[in-house]
């Protein structure tokens, strides 16, 4: 019998005002007031800590920690007064607070692991919806029903026998295994990506290792929790060998080139390549691709098969510091000394420019109009890009040309008429 049914042939006047029912309105009284007494308890506790991350993971969870309170005060009391009376209306508040706490644990687990996703609203609702449906068909005693029903539609795989209940519990435990794998991986994540002592290479490698790992392992136990036979495995390794050496030769060949490029270190997270046409910033080295944002803010996405078979320009592979380069022409009447010393002093007045290397001013050669001369100077930030920074110096510096004279000549052509007669 359910414990809807249970609770309904109860339900009358004369029970609740029954000796049974008062001691359960008693014990649930005293357990809110408890709950109650308890949580100015953690709220003093919370107020009182000074560490940051504690206040906010605590407010994080409250809305899970308040339910499993009330549980805990609810079930003790319950299984006290159970040796006395039948607490039938204290265990139907119980189910509907392990529901109420199992939605909220779920769609606070799909906040931690998926933060930022668009579609988590919608992740938050499928994971209530499922909790509570699943509630009220426990409660309403339908639960053995469905699962008769479904264990009823069997079909063999292999010489092995399974059903759709089996099927179902598959799809779910991976679902749940996984949920639970990729908390841990985002928590082993955060804490390795701020080890500052290690490469980021070598960071972002060991994370892609553990990941991978915990995901087998994840998917494994749940097979085995549920039952599966995981002899089943072997044929399916075969398949998925064939597959590999016909179908997913690109694919694998991506996978070990991101492992490559972790491992000999020829890439970093930051660094300023050219592939290519495309110039730009890596921002992420992933097991198959890596994302390359170019100094205008388009990404880039590269299979890393590429980065190992083409020809790769680091500009930041052994040092930071980057040659950025302005070419001006000044008129043959023009100091070449006072033009070199105004470029001179725009370009240290900006922050961004660095002091060592010094900049420096090259002759580069005498042209038809004017004497050609190219301004050098370095950066450490490139990748925060350097056509504003050029724009600026180059404003600042023509603006001092005005000022002392210095000429920026055009092309012109001196045009010579002879007088004569034009013979026919």
Same mark, same amino acid.
Request: hydrophobic share 50%; aromatic share 12%; proline share 2%.
């Given at each position: ?11 009358? %006047? ?103 996703? *668009? ?18 068909? %426990? ?219 010094? *900049?420096?001013? %090259? ?14 100077? %370095? ?29 920026? *000549? ?15």
């Amino acid at each position: 019998m359910s414990e809807f049914q249970l609770l309904l042939n109860d339900l009358n %006047y004369y029970y609740l005002i029954s000796e049974p029912a008062i001691s359960q309105y008693l014990v649930l009284l005293a357990s809110i007031a408890l709950f109650f007494f308890a949580r100015k308890k953690i709220h003093d506790v919370i107020l009182s800590s000074s560490n940051k991350s504690f206040k906010s993971a605590v407010h994080g969870i409250e809305r899970v920690l308040n339910p499993l309170i009330i549980l805990i005060f609810i079930s003790t009391a319950s299984l006290i007064t159970s040796f006395i009376y039948k607490t039938n209306l204290l265990d139907f508040i119980e189910i509907i607070l392990i529901a109420l706490i199992a939605s909220r644990l779920g769609v606070y687990s799909l906040r931690y692991i998926f933060a930022g996703n *668009p579609l988590l609203r919608a992740f938050e609702n499928i994971i209530a919806l499922f909790v509570w449906v699943y509630t009220l068909i %426990y409660i309403f005693g339908f639960s053995s029903l469905i699962s008769n029903s479904l264990e009823a539609v069997a079909f063999k795989v292999g010489g092995t026998q399974y059903n759709l209940l089996i099927i179902i519990q598959l799809i779910f435990g991976i679902i749940f295994s996984i949920a639970i794998a990729m908390s841990f991986v985002s928590f082993i994540e955060r804490k390795l990506m701020g080890v500052k002592s290690l490469d980021r290479n070598l960071r972002a490698m060991i994370n892609k290792i553990i990941k991978l790992t915990i995901y087998i392992f994840a998917v494994v136990i749940a097979l085995d929790t549920i039952g599966i036979d995981l002899t089943f495995l072997s044929v399916f390794g075969g398949a998925f060998g064939v597959g590999l050496g016909f179908g997913m030769q690109k694919i694998t060949s991506n996978y070990i080139s991101g492992f490559t490029i972790l491992m000999d270190k020829s890439l970093h997270i930051g660094d300023l390549i050219t592939v290519g046409d495309n110039y730009g910033v890596v921002t992420s080295i992933k097991s198959r691709y890596t994302v390359l944002r170019k100094l205008d803010g388009v990404e880039v996405i590269i299979p890393n098969e590429n980065l190992i078979s083409e020809n790769i320009v680091n500009h930041t592979y052994t040092d930071r510091k980057v040659r950025v380069a302005i070419d001006v022409q000044v008129g043959y009447s023009s100091s070449i000394d006072l033009a070199s010393e105004i470029m001179l002093k725009a370009t240290k007045d900006q922050e961004r420019v660095l002091e060592d290397p010094e *900049p420096v001013v %090259y002759l580069q050669n005498f042209g038809e109009s004017g004497i050609d001369l190219t301004l050098v100077f %370095y950066v450490e930030d490139a990748e925060e890009g350097t056509l504003r920074l050029k724009s600026d110096i180059s404003k600042e510096f023509w603006r001092e040309f005005q000022k002392q004279g210095v000429e920026i *000549p055009f092309p012109q052509r001196d045009l010579h008429i002879k007088s004569g007669e034009l013979k026919s």
